[in-house]
């Protein structure tokens, strides 16, 4: 695996930690942005070697950690003021497009898993920035949070019933989210439904995960939704994106692959590839079918650029 690192210096004065993977001569440039919000981008150490093993693809992976991810700088999310100047959406996608502009990625692909499909979604929706991608990859991301809602309260009620439900959402509204019950019970979800890689620890998972920026966002954990992203929708739009599209699901994945196929049928250029026996990390849980699907649409994108 050949790789570069990269500080990338903000203009607002914070720096972020970013690294390059794969072949610097290939044609083929992804900048990927990881979920949480707030995780890591540990996950793409790999994607050059596995999109060439398993896509047949030679590609340069981009990756970086969004501002107060784990290495990468942070405000003092302690004051208020800087939770209100930092941690906003449009400051997020703004940063995605400054990031690009650092790298000095033009025409690429970007693709962003769960948060970070949600600033791929707003990336493409905003034409001054959509005019540098030649396509975005929706990664286990709905178009609405009320749909991702939806699925994770049906996902634990098929797995616990309304008793132990009841019981849950008792610890929720109390805030005593180190209950062993509550943690057992989140475990199995994360285990069914997070990544399904039997040797996956959800603790150890989220061990480098930015509490302040993830439950600002989130919530407490992927399985409830109380933080600045509940209300996020950005359905109606669709029709606005002219790129070609991927979205890209586990069949067991926390975000419904029902509300994939209302957003395929409203989009311009749309494909659906569904990872079967996947969850919410698909790519590390069943990597050789992810990066097959993730080959095989750029090359129909590289086809209708020649």
Do not use: C
């Not at 962003?112 to 493409?124: I, K, Q």
């Not at 049906?154 to 439900?165: A, P, S, T």
């Amino acid at each position: 695996m050949k790789h570069r690192t990269q500080i990338l210096h903000l203009k607002n004065g914070f720096d972020l930690w970013g690294a390059r993977f794969g072949n610097p001569d290939a044609k083929i440039k992804i900048l990927a942005l990881h979920g949480g919000p707030g995780d890591d981008a540990n996950e793409f150490i790999p994607w050059a070697d596995q999109l060439q093993e398993f896509g047949g693809l030679d590609a340069e992976i981009y990756a970086y950690e969004q501002l107060g991810s784990f290495h990468s700088e942070s405000p003092d999310f302690s004051k208020q003021t800087e939770v209100d100047k930092y941690l906003t959406l449009d400051r997020y996608v703004q940063e995605v497009d400054e990031v690009r502009a650092l790298f000095g990625l033009d025409n690429f692909y970007l693709i962003g898993h769960s948060w970070g499909g949600m600033l791929t979604y707003e990336y493409m929706l905003r034409p001054d920035f959509a005019k540098h991608l030649k396509a975005g990859i929706v990664f286990s991301m709905t178009d609405n949070i009320a749909d991702y809602v939806d699925q994770i309260n049906q996902e634990r009620l098929d797995m616990f019933g309304e008793q132990e439900v009841a019981y849950m959402q008792g610890i929720e509204k109390s805030g005593d989210f180190a209950d062993p019950r509550y943690h057992k019970d989140l475990v199995a979800l994360y285990k069914a439904h997070l990544n399904r890689d039997p040797n996956y620890d959800p603790d150890q998972g989220m061990a480098m995960m930015a509490e302040p920026v993830y439950n600002h966002f989130q919530g407490n954990n992927e399985f409830v939704v109380t933080g600045a992203m509940k209300g996020w929708d950005v359905s109606q739009r669709l029709d606005e994106i002219n790129l070609p599209v991927l979205l890209t699901s586990g069949e067991d994945d926390t975000m419904p692959i029902a509300s994939a196929k209302k957003s395929l049928a409203h989009l311009k250029h749309g494909r659906l590839a569904v990872t079967k026996d996947g969850g919410h990390s698909h790519a590390q849980d069943h990597p050789a079918e992810f990066f097959k699907h993730l080959g095989a649409f750029i090359r129909e994108v590289e086809v209708d650029n020649v």
